[in-house]
């Protein structure tokens, strides 16, 4: 990613709109800014969507759902690890879904790839249909993270995995807007989670992703990918 996008997204994010928009727009993208936030959110994601891409390491065949895509920009990448993939992505927001339609027309229309709207607390589809689940910065508005698990629980096929893609607290901590509404994990307080929520043989993936500028100062995030078992309920 160029350094003039990333101060773009810096200064987008530091200055109006306020950091209680951004909040509010990050966790349910709607109206007119809907689609230059999650944009924006892609490119600064997309060191994350790396690891959890790298680490799901997709098999032929594979039936897979991915929980708050945002834009949908990434879900080309998904198909070029193996053949026949099946690939679902739900997202609450209705601008998110239209943005993702859009982009992925052929992989739609080809039948690889479904797109739904719907809320994770609520998925639309029936028990132990996927291999895996993923999401990429979306655990931090689930309020009730409960719900969300037990959900994608009963849509894993038994031995099935859910990737959690996150960033550590201290990288979040820098940006403003999670002061508004942010619920975050750090890896022991979501490994717990997981065990109390039907997860097992929970393992992480780190990464320091490249250095950004944020306020004049270099930001060197880190990229998490909390890798979970289904277990026996
Ligand atoms: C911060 S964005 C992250 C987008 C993308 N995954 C990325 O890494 O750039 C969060 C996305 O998750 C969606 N989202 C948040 N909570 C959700 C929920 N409970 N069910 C479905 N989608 C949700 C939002 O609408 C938004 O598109």
């Known amino acids: 990613m160029g350094i003039n996008i990333l101060q773009k997204i810096q200064s987008f994010f530091r200055s109006d709109p306020s950091p209680q928009f951004i909040a509010r727009q990050l966790r349910k993208p709607s109206g007119e800014f809907a689609e230059t936030v999650a944009e924006k959110m892609n490119?600064?994601?997309k060191p994350?969507?790396?690891?959890?891409?790298q680490t799901l390491q997709?098999?032929?065949n594979e039936s897979i759902l991915e929980i708050g895509f945002g834009s949908g920009k990434f879900f080309p990448r998904l198909f070029q690890q193996a053949e026949g993939v099946q690939i679902n992505g739900i997202d609450h927001s209705e601008e998110m879904v239209q943005e993702a339609r859009r982009k992925n027309e052929n992989l739609i229309d080809s039948g690889q790839?479904?797109?739904i709207r719907a809320n994770s607390n609520d998925i639309?589809?029936?028990d132990q249909?996927?291999?895996k689940v993923f999401c990429n910065m979306v655990i931090y508005f689930w309020?009730?993270?409960e719900d969300h698990l037990e959900e994608i629980h009963r849509v894993l096929k038994p031995g099935g995995k859910f990737y959690t893609g996150m960033r550590s607290t201290e990288s979040m901590k820098v940006f403003p807007f999670v002061e508004y509404g942010f619920n975050l994990f750090g890896v022991s307080d979501w490994t717990t989670?997981?065990?109390e929520n039907g997860f097992e043989n929970i393992q992480t993936e780190l990464q320091s992703d490249p250095e950004i500028q944020l306020d004049g100062k270099p930001l060197r995030m880190e990229s998490i990918c909390v890798v979970a078992t289904k277990g026996g309920v």
């Open 43 to 45: 490119q600064v994601n």
């Open 48 to 53: 994350l969507f790396d690891l959890t891409c």
């Open 58 to 60: 997709i098999n032929d």
């Open 113 to 115: 790839l479904q797109i």
């Open 124 to 126: 639309p589809f029936s």
């Open 129 to 131: 249909s996927f291999d």
């Open 143 to 145: 309020d009730q993270p």
């Open 193 to 195: 989670l997981l065990e």
